[in-house]
């Protein structure tokens, strides 16, 4: 299929240069040593946001004409992907608004204000911050910048497989968090564009998976959410989703559910083996990996997407140990 190309990413990786620096891939002895496999772990976690976001949020922002910039840009996460937008606006100097409800915690609340961004509390719900930024854009001429479906920000999370290629080429198989589905669609589309027998692996917690679903029922589907340890990886799809739910369908070879124990193995053997504080979504892969029986002898990529985690959870996991 063709929804984005090859030359789009290229323009993202030149577009962000400024902002964003390649980050490390770190060969994990442990992990190769468990599975008879060579196990990669690609840093993402390491970008000033905290999370693999920036890449899209940068990406889109900055190809935005100036008089749009001028008029600012407006978003409806109050995770990543909204910290992300903060950041790339406050950079710039240009007008950011992020809507939420008033389900987010103070904290959340406190680190958007630190970035510059104009904080908008609305409803009790992500549909409302969501109707609110639309409003914005008609009434103001806001952008709103999108958290995943949008062809700017697939192509700003494809720069990620860029350097994995240059990092390592011996590549067999790419294992991502899957959620909304930008960043499995990007850098899918980038390793299958180089070499379609690069197998790619999408894992998610089993509560609320809503992209598997959807993949399950051939279309966009709604699911209620669920606490997980995984929680960036909650939330819809869109129901008139454009772009990543075909681009997932096409290039994911193989869907993987964790169950909430296998996260926190993840969580904690990343401490533990790595001394690194990750979020749960970002430790889905190594719970898929420590479980995974059919990885020996390959070359695997393992992709660690955020580190904005509640300190009251690492307190927990180093109980643990």
Aim: aromatic share 4%.
């Amino acid at each position: 299929m063709t929804v984005l190309s090859f030359k789009e990413v290229w323009e993202a990786k030149k577009r962000i240069s400024s902002f964003v620096q390649s980050t490390p891939i770190l060969y994990s002895e442990p992990l190769s040593e468990h599975t008879g496999a060579r196990v990669h772990l690609k840093l993402e976690h390491t970008h000033p946001t905290g999370s693999f976001k920036l890449r899209g949020a940068a990406n889109k922002i900055l190809s935005l004409t100036e008089e749009d910039l001028k008029k600012g840009v407006t978003t409806f996460s109050t995770g990543n992907h909204g910290i992300s937008v903060a950041y790339v606006a406050a950079e710039i100097g240009i007008p950011c608004t992020v809507c939420i409800s008033n389900r987010v915690p103070k904290a959340k609340v406190n680190r958007l204000e630190k970035l510059q961004a104009s904080v908008e509390v609305v409803g009790s719900s992500q549909d409302e911050a969501e109707e609110r930024c639309a409003e914005l854009e008609r009434d103001e001429g806001m952008t709103v910048i999108k958290p995943f479906d949008d062809r700017e920000i697939i192509a700003g999370q494809g720069t990620i497989a860029l350097e994995i290629m240059e990092q390592c080429p011996e590549v067999d198989e790419v294992i991502i968090p899957l959620s909304g589905g930008g960043l499995l669609s990007g850098i899918a589309f980038v390793m299958k564009s180089i070499e379609s027998s690069i197998r790619v692996t999408g894992v998610t917690m089993k509560k609320g998976a809503v992209m598997q679903e959807s993949l399950a029922k051939g279309k966009p589907v709604t699911l209620e959410e669920s606490y997980t340890l995984a929680d960036s990886l909650l939330g819809g799809i869109g129901t008139k989703n454009r772009y990543t739910f075909p681009m997932t369908k096409a290039y994911m070879d193989k869907g993987v559910l964790l169950e909430e124990a296998q996260i926190e193995e993840g969580l904690i053997f990343t401490l533990e083996h790595h001394k690194m504080v990750v979020e749960g979504a970002a430790a889905t892969g190594i719970g898929h990996v420590l479980h995974c029986n059919d990885l020996r002898g390959k070359n695997v990529v393992v992709v660690m997407t955020g580190n904005n985690i509640d300190h009251d959870v690492v307190t927990s996991l180093l109980a643990k140990l």
